[in-house]
């Protein structure tokens, strides 16, 4: 079957260059949106030899597009929705039926909620440069966490195996729990290759392994390397035999879990620079593009030099991705080379019969050496450049100059972006392109979907609509809260989300659920002991072809080194016959709470007292603390209430009426005879002394004994003792 398949390219791409026009083959798609209440308007450009169009929609996740929504005239060129729902992510199918079959798609949504975590990303990077380009690296692993990734990276050897570079992939995964989400090859990462096959069609002298970083990219798919056998390529890197590293899959063997994407500069001596000066070059163009610092107009360009070919319709790849990300009427028909000489573009793609090195009508890795090409994404087709790690390859020549960041091939099979309209990285486009059936999303000779030497080169995290981030972001601590302040973004009417770091999860958390319009935040009670980590973007509700969505700045920091001065619980305590007294020890506490553990008293004095009345053991605790931290101390006692301290208890002793005027009575349950009676005032002066002669005794009030105020009656009897409260009025 594959021999029968690769004729039938090459056959096909020698009958037929120009054709019918590629436009004839896409809906050019946008929408408008609006709320209270709800609606998508779904519009799209009348296209040539249309007799209907058949509307479909999913949630953004979903696989399956079910049933049409509609079946519209070929006069009908827009579609109303109004069963949606603000911030649920929408995607369209606009299938046009007539002469030629052709397909838009659309990913819309009415203010979409901002996605501040990306998920996890692994950053390979080629130990050839770990130390030339430190500066570099440590920027790019700041801009990817600013965009919301959390990074872990690791360095490879450009002569170690694929095998070996897999491993570690999966060791991280495997490290996360199975929550790795994009993979970022810098430099010299081995390349994997796989297969036995010719995707442009030249089986006479291309069928074999092609570079694969899908490998990389599908964790759980069987990869082998027993029955490839196939040196007919004129470039013996492209030999697959048995045994020799190289894999045998030609298509994927299973959905990729990773988005992944790549920037390799060697081997391309067309340029001046150095491997390592073109990788500097890239790093700080790929910054610059971050800080909203490269600008670039919301137009495309289409270099089309291949027509319908049949059907295949290469460019139509173009012509239907870029139309909802910048509208139908930005896209134009322009000469690559030309157009981005004098003007920036944010998309581009071209397509014409190629080599390694040049694609007929676009350009040759020569000439674009000497280019300063001012595009950000792009997307090429043409033959054998698709084998991207070929000396000077044209696709990745592309990165090498000017601004362009990324660049994909893009024909056989074709690639999706629309959904970058709503705020989507590029990554996210990689991974569903390479996932792609044709059920999904239409790619013409359905059976080259999936094939395994798809790959993006460029940073995977890249998206489209950039704001400009704040800037001087600075971290002051107060003693007990952390004062942020920054300069404002120069995009109007932004607000502002906060991040702090925590060490833990390794990862960023929001510290406000809403936007703030100020360009100050207090965090209170924040800080940790050692560095503490913050992060400030920029939000604001963007308006695209596509719909809104709350869109997201790269991150500035700032950090603080903080030794608190933290309080220390601690107290001594004596007891003396039941009553418990503390000496408070701790330091740099303003608030204090005792529990004495007997359920009777919690005290906030500093040095409190207590007396118990029963015998036990207790726990006493001491919280210390001040408005923000506090520190707990706890110790054990063993009360025991002795005799003598219970005899107005054990005797049921009372005194009434108290307070008292004239007269009062001392009355006992049991007998008291020869009890002693003593009277104190309150400055500790014995009043008067009597023995009590049965259960109750009867005193008048007499001014020389009683003054107005406290006083105190001790009883003694039988070696026990207790003492009574009194007041005269």
């Given at each position: 079957?594959?021999?029968?398949?690769?004729?039938?390219?090459?056959?096909?791409?020698?009958?037929?260059?120009?054709?019918?026009?590629?436009?004839?083959?896409?809906?050019?798609?946008?929408?408008?949106?609006?709320?209270?209440?709800?609606?998508?308007?779904?519009?799209?450009?009348?296209?040539?030899?249309?007799?209907?169009?058949?509307?479909?929609?999913?949630?953004?996740?979903?696989?399956?597009?079910?049933?049409?929504?509609?079946?519209?005239?070929?006069?009908?060129?827009?579609?109303?929705?109004?069963?949606?729902?603000?911030?649920?992510?929408?995607?369209?199918?606009?299938?046009?039926?007539?002469?030629?079959?052709?397909?838009?798609?659309?990913?819309?949504?009415?203010?979409?909620?901002?996605?501040?975590?990306?998920?996890?990303?692994?950053?390979?990077?080629?130990?050839?440069?770990?130390?030339?380009?430190?500066?570099?690296?440590?920027?790019?692993?700041?801009?990817?966490?600013?965009?919301?990734?959390?990074?872990?990276?690791?360095?490879?050897?450009?002569?170690?195996?694929?095998?070996?570079?897999?491993?570690?992939?999966?060791?991280?995964?495997?490290?996360?729990?199975?929550?790795?989400?994009?993979?970022?090859?810098?430099?010299?990462?081995?390349?994997?290759?796989?297969?036995?096959?010719?995707?442009?069609?030249?089986?006479?002298?291309?069928?074999?392994?092609?570079?694969?970083?899908?490998?990389?990219?599908?964790?759980?798919?069987?990869?082998?390397?027993?029955?490839?056998?196939?040196?007919?390529?004129?470039?013996?890197?492209?030999?697959?035999?048995?045994?020799?590293?190289?894999?045998?899959?030609?298509?994927?063997?299973?959905?990729?879990?990773?988005?992944?994407?790549?920037?390799?500069?060697?081997?391309?001596?067309?340029?001046?620079?150095?491997?390592?000066?073109?990788?500097?070059?890239?790093?700080?163009?790929?910054?610059?593009?971050?800080?909203?610092?490269?600008?670039?107009?919301?137009?495309?360009?289409?270099?089309?030099?291949?027509?319908?070919?049949?059907?295949?319709?290469?460019?139509?790849?173009?012509?239907?991705?870029?139309?909802?990300?910048?509208?139908?009427?930005?896209?134009?028909?322009?000469?690559?080379?030309?157009?981005?000489?004098?003007?920036?573009?944010?998309?581009?793609?071209?397509?014409?019969?190629?080599?390694?090195?040049?694609?007929?009508?676009?350009?040759?890795?020569?000439?674009?050496?000497?280019?300063?090409?001012?595009?950000?994404?792009?997307?090429?087709?043409?033959?054998?450049?698709?084998?991207?790690?070929?000396?000077?390859?044209?696709?990745?020549?592309?990165?090498?100059?000017?601004?362009?960041?990324?660049?994909?091939?893009?024909?056989?099979?074709?690639?999706?972006?629309?959904?970058?309209?709503?705020?989507?990285?590029?990554?996210?486009?990689?991974?569903?392109?390479?996932?792609?059936?044709?059920?999904?999303?239409?790619?013409?000779?359905?059976?080259?979907?999936?094939?395994?030497?798809?790959?993006?080169?460029?940073?995977?995290?890249?998206?489209?609509?950039?704001?400009?981030?704040?800037?001087?972001?600075?971290?002051?601590?107060?003693?007990?809260?952390?004062?942020?302040?920054w300069t404002a973004s120069t995009d109007p009417?932004?607000?502002?989300?906060?991040?702090?770091?925590?060490?833990?999860?390794?990862?960023?958390?929001?510290?406000?659920?809403?936007?703030?319009?100020?360009?100050?935040?207090?965090?209170?009670?924040?800080?940790?002991?050692?560095?503490?980590?913050?992060?400030?973007?920029?939000?604001?509700?963007?308006?695209?072809?596509?719909?809104?969505?709350?869109?997201?700045s790269t991150g500035i920091f700032a950090t603080?080194?903080?030794?608190?001065?933290?309080?220390?619980?601690?107290?001594?305590?004596?007891?003396?016959?039941?009553?418990?007294?503390?000496?408070?020890?701790s330091i740099n506490s303003t608030n204090w709470?005792?529990?004495?553990?007997?359920?009777?008293?919690?005290?906030?004095?500093?040095?409190?007292?207590?007396?118990?009345?029963?015998?036990?053991?207790?726990?006493?605790?001491?919280?210390?603390?001040?408005?923000?931290?506090?520190?707990?101390?706890?110790?054990?006692?063993?009360?025991?209430?002795?005799?003598?301290?219970?005899?107005?208890?054990?005797?049921?002793?009372?005194?009434?009426?108290?307070?008292?005027?004239?007269?009062?009575?001392?009355?006992?349950?049991?007998?008291?005879?020869?009890?002693?009676?003593?009277?104190?005032?309150?400055?500790?002066?014995?009043?008067?002394?009597?023995?009590?002669?049965?259960?109750?005794?009867?005193?008048?009030?007499?001014?020389?004994?009683?003054?107005?105020?406290?006083?105190?009656?001790?009883?003694?009897?039988?070696?026990?003792?207790?003492?009574?409260?009194?007041?005269?009025?």
């Amino acid at each position: 079957m594959k021999i029968i398949l690769s004729i039938f390219l090459f056959i096909f791409s020698i009958s037929f260059s120009i054709g019918q026009s590629t436009t004839d083959y896409a809906v050019q798609t946008w929408a408008e949106i609006e709320t209270s209440p709800a609606k998508i308007t779904v519009h799209w450009k009348p296209v040539n030899g249309a007799t209907q169009y058949q509307v479909y929609r999913k949630i953004k996740t979903g696989n399956s597009w079910g049933s049409s929504l509609a079946t519209l005239d070929s006069s009908v060129s827009s579609f109303e929705d109004v069963e949606v729902i603000e911030n649920v992510s929408y995607e369209y199918k606009i299938e046009k039926l007539g002469n030629v079959a052709g397909f838009g798609y659309i990913n819309a949504g009415i203010e979409i909620l901002p996605e501040h975590f990306k998920g996890n990303l692994l950053l390979l990077i080629d130990d050839s440069f770990v130390t030339s380009l430190e500066p570099e690296i440590n920027q790019l692993k700041q801009d990817l966490v600013g965009d919301g990734w959390t990074v872990y990276s690791s360095t490879v050897h450009r002569d170690s195996s694929a095998a070996f570079v897999k491993q570690l992939i999966l060791d991280q995964d495997a490290a996360l729990l199975n929550k790795l989400d994009a993979l970022f090859c810098l430099g010299r990462v081995p390349v994997p290759y796989s297969g036995n096959y010719a995707a442009d069609g030249h089986t006479n002298n291309h069928e074999g392994a092609w570079p694969s970083d899908t490998y990389y990219a599908d964790l759980d798919g069987t990869w082998t390397d027993v029955t490839a056998n196939n040196v007919t390529a004129s470039q013996t890197r492209t030999h697959n035999i048995p045994g020799d590293g190289k894999f045998d899959q030609s298509f994927l063997p299973s959905d990729v879990e990773l988005q992944i994407g790549r920037v390799d500069f060697s081997n391309m001596p067309a340029f001046a620079q150095s491997e390592e000066e073109l990788l500097r070059q890239y790093l700080q163009k790929n910054h610059a593009y971050k800080m909203g610092e490269i600008k670039v107009q919301m137009k495309a360009i289409i270099d089309d030099n291949f027509g319908g070919f049949n059907g295949e319709a290469f460019a139509a790849s173009g012509w239907k991705s870029f139309a909802p990300l910048i509208h139908p009427d930005n896209v134009k028909s322009e000469d690559y080379r030309t157009a981005m000489d004098t003007a920036s573009y944010i998309w581009s793609y071209g397509c014409g019969g190629g080599s390694y090195t040049s694609c007929s009508g676009v350009g040759t890795t020569n000439a674009i050496a000497e280019d300063s090409l001012q595009g950000v994404f792009s997307a090429l087709f043409g033959s054998y450049f698709g084998d991207w790690d070929a000396s000077n390859n044209l696709m990745r020549a592309t990165l090498a100059q000017g601004t362009i960041l990324t660049n994909c091939w893009s024909g056989r099979p074709h690639w999706y972006f629309h959904h970058m309209g709503l705020g989507e990285n590029i990554g996210y486009s990689t991974k569903v392109s390479m996932n792609n059936t044709t059920t999904r999303y239409f790619t013409p000779l359905g059976f080259l979907a999936r094939f395994s030497g798809m790959g993006l080169m460029g940073d995977p995290s890249l998206r489209m609509y950039v704001l400009t981030p704040p800037s001087n972001l600075v971290a002051t601590f107060d003693g007990e809260d952390m004062q942020l302040e920054w300069t404002a973004s120069t995009d109007p009417g932004v607000g502002y989300y906060v991040y702090e770091y925590d060490s833990v999860s390794n990862a960023y958390f929001l510290r406000n659920d809403e936007p703030i319009f100020t360009t100050n935040f207090n965090i209170e009670c924040a800080p940790i002991e050692g560095l503490n980590s913050y992060m400030v973007r920029a939000t604001k509700l963007t308006n695209t072809p596509s719909g809104s969505f709350h869109n997201l700045s790269t991150g500035i920091f700032a950090t603080e080194e903080i030794n608190l001065n933290l309080p220390t619980a601690d107290f001594t305590i004596s007891i003396n016959n039941g009553e418990l007294t503390t000496e408070n020890l701790s330091i740099n506490s303003t608030n204090w709470l005792w529990d004495f553990g007997d359920g009777s008293m919690i005290s906030t004095e500093f040095e409190p007292t207590h007396t118990y009345t029963n015998s036990g053991t207790f726990e006493v605790l001491l919280v210390a603390g001040n408005n923000c931290f506090t520190e707990e101390f706890e110790t054990s006692v063993t009360i025991t209430i002795s005799k003598t301290a219970n005899l107005i208890t054990d005797a049921g002793i009372s005194i009434y009426p108290n307070p008292m005027t004239d007269v009062f009575k001392i009355e006992s349950e049991i007998p008291l005879t020869g009890a002693e009676v003593l009277i104190y005032d309150s400055f500790g002066r014995l009043k008067l002394q009597q023995k009590f002669s049965d259960g109750v005794i009867d005193f008048r009030s007499h001014p020389d004994l009683f003054s107005s105020g406290i006083h105190f009656i001790r009883i003694n009897h039988e070696g026990k003792s207790g003492v009574l409260r009194l007041v005269k009025m």
